[in-house]
């Protein structure tokens, strides 16, 4: 059973900081790529980054490339997105995801190349 739980959300001023935590429960963590996406109220759910956890394919939304950096920890199973330059259009609930083990490519976000979800953890940006 895969498990990702995030952490590290929070309500924050423009212009600040925050880093999320997903740490995946995962056997084996290799192969697969690691995503998150956000969900703003009333928004369908958009992809953000993603990261190979083999390899170094990565892919950015585009409105967050230079401000969002997604990493990972394998040795932890851990990926990590921090966060700079918080704009109020930022906020929403980031949810982090994992595709099954064999995906080749890891340079977009098909939400259905996805199989394993957390719950989600809120992120809120004041102007």
């Known amino acids: 059973q895969v498990q990702l739980v995030e952490s590290g959300g929070g309500s924050v001023q423009a212009g600040d900081s925050l880093t999320l935590s997903c740490i995946a429960v995962l056997f084996p963590y290799s192969g697969r790529c690691m995503a998150w996406f956000r969900q703003a109220p009333g928004n369908d759910r958009e992809g953000v980054a993603v990261?190979?956890?083999?390899?170094?394919?990565?892919y950015y939304a585009d409105s967050v490339k230079g401000r969002f950096t997604i990493s990972q920890d394998n040795a932890k199973n851990t990926v990590y997105l921090q966060m700079t330059g918080l704009k109020p259009e930022d906020t929403g609930i980031y949810y982090c995801?994992?595709?099954?083990?064999?995906?080749?490519?890891?340079?977009?976000?098909?939400?259905?190349?996805?199989?394993?979800w957390g719950q989600g953890t809120q992120v809120t940006v004041s102007s």
């Open positions: 990261i190979a956890t083999s390899g170094d394919d990565s």
């Open positions: 995801a994992a595709t099954p083990r064999g995906v080749s490519f890891c340079g977009s976000v098909t939400e259905s190349d996805y199989n394993s």
